[in-house]
């Protein structure tokens, strides 16, 4: 497709010059001497990242440009799974404390999915014409939908992508420099399996049947997936750089701020001019101290020249000639909302890719939602009074503190790879900042009754946000509201 469109040849012509050799000598002159990183927008390639935890997963799909599904901890038992246990851990006396945390968790959450299995059942009948089997694999889906906060981000999943070449050289290079080690060693096999052939195993059945006649077939899938369009893939140094810097701005400027409270669902953040906006947007990224949005939105108005210029300076540290600028830049968006939820929810809203997402890392200190209005906003009141009797909000509580306890201890040992004993209970914050078509997109979608009830209610929370600032734009907006009955057997 790339000689296609510089040259005045018809396809089949072009495509019938093209060999391997050609196809890289091509790209080394357009892509990497001339710059035309358009091309690489021309190959798709379908890739699995599998048996990665659920940290890494997350790190791996943060791309604004990607297509893909992470394995399902609605429809998908996870009991089975394991979980990493990172290299720095293995053989320390580190190791046992941290196998007990997972363990613990992932014994809880393989009792309490049968258990409220079993619970609802007794709650929701079975109706004449639904079969057995479905009404338990739906039940059940139920039940894991309160259970999935029990699992650690160790917990090891999956992660299907299609994706073009230019996403996938960033996606490599992003990797290759992030701070998990688990997420630099996922790159560079990324890199590797652009480099070989590519698995095709129903072509491979074709060639063999073919025999003799078949030897061109066996000679195309002996050809590397994208090796010329990788291979100078690096670690990216911009963005570490940039984000360095901007923790000192944030440390130096919001060090006299107090924490931030659990904030509601969803706020809507105020209007304010694109330079305010864009230095508020880069102290939060940089922010260690769980400040608020409002937070340092306030504070970048009041700050002079010279310090907004420090900030701004500081989104630039380290960037390249071919760097393009950060996500933090993207600024002027009319709809800024502030998400605090737990992680689960936070996966599922990742997925709007048309947003712009500036997330922060869980914190041990933000804690969890409260157990009890878990239990009732996936079991109905009368599955929650059932579960209370039961004691199982009171053994979920027990085992989230004890996780989040070991993973403060842990943090300043083992820094970010003691994420991994947070489970998807952990609250995040994450700014996602759109127009009023995707607003209402999300509102409609995300509050839909099928949904997990975790993300349902921040879609909604969104919804009301946007209708007490803008109520005759909201008016047209099919949002459903998630406090509502439930229908269990509806997904």
Request: hydrophobic letters at 45%; glycine letters at 6%.
């Amino acid at each position: 497709m790339a000689k296609y469109s510089r040259s005045a040849q018809g396809m089949l012509e072009s495509i019938a010059e093209l060999s391997e050799q050609r196809a890289a000598q091509f790209l080394e002159t357009f892509y990497f001497q001339y710059g035309h990183r358009s091309i690489a927008d021309l190959a798709h390639l379908a890739l699995a990242f599998e048996n990665v935890s659920i940290l890494a997963a997350i790190r791996i799909v943060d791309e604004p440009l990607w297509d893909g599904q992470e394995r399902s901890t609605r429809y998908q038992p996870f009991a089975r799974t394991g979980y990493h246990v990172p290299d720095s851990v293995v053989g320390t006396p580190l190791e046992q404390r941290y196998r007990a945390v997972c363990d613990g968790l992932f014994g809880a959450y393989q009792a309490l999915s049968k258990e409220l299995t079993e619970l609802l059942k007794r709650v929701v009948p079975c109706p004449p014409d639904m079969e057995d089997g479905a009404y338990t694999r739906t039940l059940r889906a139920r039940a894991f939908d309160v259970a999935r906060y029990l699992l650690p981000l160790a917990a090891r999943t999956s992660v299907g992508q299609v994706s073009s070449a230019r996403v996938l050289e960033g996606q490599i290079a992003r990797l290759l420099a992030d701070p998990l080690p688990e997420c630099r060693a996922i790159g560079a096999d990324l890199k590797a399996a652009c480099q070989r052939p590519a698995e095709a195993p129903l072509l491979r059945k074709i060639a063999d049947a073919l025999n003799g006649s078949g030897s061109e077939l066996h000679g195309l899938l002996q050809a590397g997936a994208a090796p010329t369009l990788v291979k100078y893939a690096a670690p990216a140094s911009y963005r570490p750089a940039a984000l360095a810097a901007l923790r000192a701005e944030a440390d130096r400027l919001l060090a006299d701020l107090p924490p931030a409270e659990p904030g509601p669902l969803a706020e809507l953040a105020d209007p304010a001019p694109l330079d305010e906006e864009l230095v508020a947007t880069l102290l939060y990224r940089g922010d260690a101290g769980r400040h608020s949005y409002r937070q340092t939105q306030r504070r970048a108005a009041e700050l002079g020249d010279a310090d907004r210029a420090r900030v701004l300076a500081a989104g630039l540290a380290g960037r390249g000639r071919h760097d393009d600028l950060l996500r933090e830049h993207r600024a002027g968006y009319a709809l800024t909302f502030e998400l605090t939820m737990d992680v689960g929810a936070f996966r599922d809203m990742h997925r709007h890719r048309r947003c712009v997402q500036v997330a922060r890392d869980p914190d041990p200190a933000d804690g969890f939602d409260d157990p009890d209005a878990i239990f009732e906003a996936g079991l109905g009141a009368e599955g929650a009074a059932l579960a209370r009797g039961a004691g199982l909000p009171q053994r979920y509580r027990a085992a989230l503190e004890r996780a989040f306890d070991a993973a403060a201890d842990l943090r300043p040992t083992l820094g970010d790879e003691a994420l991994y004993l947070l489970p998807l209970a952990a609250r995040v914050r994450a700014l996602f900042k759109m127009d009023y078509a995707e607003a209402a997109y999300v509102a409609e979608l995300r509050t839909g009754p099928t949904g997990h009830f975790s993300y349902r209610r921040v879609a909604w929370a969104m919804y009301e946000a946007l209708k007490a600032r803008h109520p005759a734009l909201a008016a047209s907006i099919r949002a459903t509201d998630p406090h509502g009955p439930i229908d269990f057997l509806k997904r």
